[in-house]
């Protein structure tokens, strides 16, 4: 093909390219909006989802079973002080615990779930002589910069080992050279299990679905029991206030982000929060108080919002119905 040849069909190629956006311009736009999409109620969204028959479960099982072969070289990894980072298609969660269970027997795991949407880090400062496990290293509570630059210091420790896992292709540039290469120098694994990620999908939000209330309360419903006498106390005077103010509940507001309505609730003033804590002597300090808020927090059993005046606020993301309910059940 000559010069003049391709000159032609480059023009040829150009003059398409201007007519098909001169046309596709033209065309007359659909009315419809994004707001008008049906949206699932999540909780019916997720019992489907996990009626889901997986596929190939025996081939699946193998692949992972043939990683075993591989632990002697992990383990020997660790004790010449790397840190290993597994990645590839499928989680990683069975294969990484079996290997922390039946190589790792020397050390205390201390196991940090990064595909939570939240993350709470001081429980591994507790530990000096340990081995730090942590699933979705890049997962949505761990990638801002602070989480990575305190994990990868805990990983320089002397005396701390830390294997991990990764899902995001964009994961790396979690990190820079440094952290790579000296804080957590990473040993990397290519492990594709292609395992169903049921347990990380689990705390995932469905994009084509709203939070029902059930959810909220059955989550609910869950992490109380669990908590101390006081925590569960103090759950309860911000529960009272919110239901001290029935009027208030009924208001609705419009989010553009989730295309469906939410409840509004007053929110209570931390300050007032304090001041009925001291006084029922729940909490002894401010510090004891922001320990329980942070753990419910942790469990998005509250929400914050900074009202008018600039106070910051809590509130609980329930209904009153549903808040009277949970009281009466569980506290």
Request: proline fraction near 3%; include cysteine; hydrophobic fraction near 40%.
């Amino acid at each position: 093909m000559d010069e003049d040849e391709i000159e032609v069909e480059e023009f040829g190629f150009s003059r398409n390219y201007f007519l098909a956006k001169e046309l596709g311009s033209s065309k007359k736009k659909s009315a419809r909006k994004l707001s008008e999409i049906y949206l699932v109620d999540e909780e019916e969204l997720r019992e489907v989802a996990a009626n889901i028959e997986p596929k190939h479960e025996k081939e699946v099982n193998d692949l992972i079973s043939s990683f075993k072969s591989l632990y002697s070289e992990w383990l020997f990894a660790i004790r010449c002080g790397f840190a290993l980072l597994m990645y590839g298609f499928g989680s990683k969660k069975a294969l990484i615990e079996d290997f922390t269970t039946r190589s790792l027997t020397g050390y205390s795991v201390v196991v940090v779930n990064g595909y939570l949407q939240s993350i709470n880090l001081k429980q591994v400062f507790i530990y000096l002589f340990c081995c730090i496990l942590v699933h979705n290293i890049d997962g949505p509570g761990l990638r801002d910069s602070d989480s990575q630059q305190c994990l990868a210091s805990i990983a320089a420790c002397s005396h701390v080992r830390m294997v991990a896992s990764i899902d995001h292709v964009n994961a790396p540039l979690l990190w820079d050279k440094m952290m790579v290469h000296t804080q957590f120098d990473w040993f990397s694994c290519h492990v594709p299990t292609f395992a169903p990620y049921k347990v990380e999908a689990m705390f995932f939000p469905f994009i084509l679905a709203h939070g029902g209330s059930a959810q909220s309360v059955k989550t609910a419903s869950i992490v109380l029991p669990s908590l101390t006498p006081n925590a569960q106390n103090v759950f309860k005077v911000l529960a009272e206030h919110q239901l001290a103010h029935p009027d208030e509940e009924g208001k609705f507001f419009h989010t553009l982000v989730s295309h469906f309505y939410l409840h509004f609730h007053v929110c209570m003033p931390i300050n007032n929060l304090y001041t009925t804590c001291r006084e029922r002597f729940l909490v002894s300090s401010q510090v004891t108080l922001n320990s329980h808020l942070t753990e419910f927090k942790d469990h998005e059993l509250i929400k914050t919002k900074r009202n008018s005046d600039g106070q910051d606020c809590l509130c609980i993301p329930l209904t009153n119905e549903a808040l009277q309910k949970l009281i009466a059940e569980i506290i």
